[in-house]
């Protein structure tokens, strides 16, 4: 099992940053990758991007590319967003999710971190 827990959401104008933080515990060694989704009033839960717990590669949504980053330290079983440049439509709950891939697939969420950007 691994249990995620979000941090780091707020009010902010347009144009600043925010940084989250998504802290893993339990059986973190399983965990293959940790990707960021998001869910805005009304719409579908979108993907942002995904880190690889081993090597660190990313990949992000093209609605984020350039301005949000994913970084890691396994030490602390961290992952982070940092969240550059944001604009209004970025508003919206953020979910980290770690996935376990061994015979089968198990994903795991977080409860989820209120993000606001106010034009």
């Known amino acids: 099992q691994v249990q995620l827990v979000e941090s780091g959401g707020g009010l902010v104008q347009a144009g600043e940053s925010l940084r989250l933080a998504c802290v893993a515990s339990g059986d973190t060694f399983r965990i293959t990758t940790v990707g960021w989704y998001r869910q805005a009033p009304g719409k579908q839960r979108e993907w942002v991007g995904t880190?690889?717990?081993?090597?660190?590669?990313?990949n992000y949504a093209d609605s984020v590319r350039g301005r949000f980053t994913i970084s890691r330290d396994n030490a602390v079983n961290t992952v982070y967003l940092q969240m550059d440049s944001l604009k209004p439509e970025d508003t919206a709950v953020y979910y980290c999710n770690a996935v376990v891939i061994t015979v089968n697939r198990e994903d795991y969420w977080g409860q989820g971190t209120q993000v606001t950007v106010s034009s």
């Open positions: 880190i690889t717990r081993k090597g660190g590669s990313t």
